[in-house]
Every structure is written in structure tokens, then in C-alpha cells.
């Protein structure tokens, strides 16, 4: 028998590269905590060092490889009455990032959940890449394996909204050149190097004379890449 008020899970929101992108919700969150669950400890205890949050909480680790076995040790806090925070190391839990199983876990179990909203480097990059945002779809990250890569990139391909994908700078020349040999030559793709940071860059044209990359130095290739694609225009498109 569970006594007593139960704990909140707070899914905080964190900055995507400048550290000033935070919300003061967020820091009190942070600040109140019990629990603290993020991807890598080392990288949260730097951003709760920078904000001067040394309020005691306990950090535990939360990522891709522990999410499930780390549900149990989780509800049990909520029923203990402690007070959960969920953070990534960057931008929103859950968006391609761990997250959402344990979300599923807690509400299924009807215990409470709430979200403290902030950085997204998907709404950040589709609202600067000034294409169409009335409808959008996010793809993450292309698949590796060569079949199922080449019928997401047909999808792609022909998607009507908007499209938003993640790519590191390990596989972003092998990603623009299969972009090239997808797309028609006019469709309008958009990238942006390291948003919000003191290095962003972008790029935008279309995807036949939009070619910094095979020819760029590796140095300039460091860096996290958002790359947004324009939807393919049909006649039964209507954009109004």
C-alpha cells in the first residue's frame, strides 16, 4: 500500500547550445529536485555548475542502453515522494533522445508527469530555414542499412510537408550526396551547422547547386547538423 503524496516527473527542457536559452521555470525545477535522470551525469553536472544549482540533487544516469531497467528505481522515487527531473544533454527529453519508454511506464501507471517546455533545435531550424512550418514531419536520423535507408530517402523524396533530419559530421557529405541523387535538382534544402552556438552556420538553395560539403575541409564539417527540406510541390499541394 503506497501512503503519502506521490512524486512528479518533470521533463525539463534544456539548452541547445547556448546556455542562456533556459527558462526560469526550468532552473527552479532543477533547483527543487530530488532526482535528477539525464543522459550523461558528467554534462548535466556542468550545466547545473554554470547556473550555480547546487541544490544536492542525486544524479542518475538515464540513456538509450539503461532506459528500461532504470523504470523500476524511478517509480519507486515517484512513490517515495520525491520529486523526478528528466533532462537530455540537449534540447528536449524524448526527441530523439531517451525518454519517452519511461514516460509511457509512468502514465501507464497513472502517475503524473509534466512538461517544462524549452530548446528544440527541430522547431529552431524550421523556424529560421524560412520554409513552409503549417505541416512539418521530423525524421531523425537516416537509417545505416542500405535497403531501408534508400526507401526512407524515397519517402523523403516525395513528402509533400516540410522535412526535418538530424546528421552528425561523421555522415553528412555521404547524406547531402544521397540527398542530390533523391531530390529534383530544384527542391530547396536548408542546413544549419551548431544552432544556437557561437560557430552556427548555414547553408540554403537548392539541393542541385547546394554543394558545400564534398568539398569542405573536415574542420568545417565539425559540429551537429539540422537539415530541413522543402516539400515536393504537386498540383494537389495547396500551400494556402
Known amino acids: 500500500m503506497i501512503s503519502g503524496p506521490l512524486g512528479v516527473l518533470y521533463v525539463v527542457g534544456t539548452p541547445i547550445g ?48 539503461n532506459e528500461e531497467s532504470q523504470i523500476n528505481e524511478i517509480v519507486t522515487h515517484l512513490e517515495s515522494g520525491r520529486q523526478v ?17 519511461l514516460i509511457d511506464a509512468l502514465l501507464s501507471r497513472e502517475l503524473e508527469v509534466t512538461v517544462i517546455p524549452g530548446p528544440s533545435s527541430v522547431l529552431a531550424a524550421l523556424a529560421l530555414s524560412g520554409f513552409a512550418s503549417y505541416r512539418f ?24 510537408r516540410t522535412i526535418v533530419i538530424f546528421e552528425s559530421p561523421y555522415r553528412i557529405v555521404r547524406t547531402m ?11 530547396r534544402v536548408f542546413v544549419v551547422k551548431e544552432i544556437t552556438k557561437v560557430h552556427e552556420t548555414i547553408w540554403r538553395g537548392s539541393i542541385g547547386s547546394l554543394d558545400p560539403f564534398s568539398s569542405a575541409s573536415p574542420a568545417s564539417l565539425k559540429g551537429e547538423f539540422v537539415i530541413v527540406i522543402e516539400g515536393k510541390f504537386t498540383k494537389d499541394h495547396n500551400q494556402s
Open 18 to 65: 547556448n546556455l542562456s536559452d533556459i527558462s526560469f521555470r526550468a532552473i527552479e525545477i532543477l533547483r527543487s529536485a530530488d532526482i535528477i535522470a539525464c543522459e550523461d551525469t558528467r554534462r548535466t553536472r556542468k550545466l547545473l555548475t554554470y547556473y550555480e544549482l547546487s541544490s544536492g540533487a542525486r544524479l542518475i544516469s538515464l540513456h538509450e542502453h
Open 85 to 101: 527531473a528528466l533532462v537530455s544533454d540537449a534540447g528536449m527529453p524524448t526527441i530523439s533522445d531517451p525518454g519517452f519508454k
Open 137 to 160: 514531419c521530423f525524421e531523425g536520423f537516416l537509417p545505416l542499412k542500405k535497403s531501408t535507408r534508400e526507401r526512407r530517402l524515397e519517402e523523403i523524396a516525395n513528402e509533400v
Open 177 to 187: 550526396g544521397d540527398l542530390r541523387n533523391y531530390l529534383e535538382e530544384t527542391r
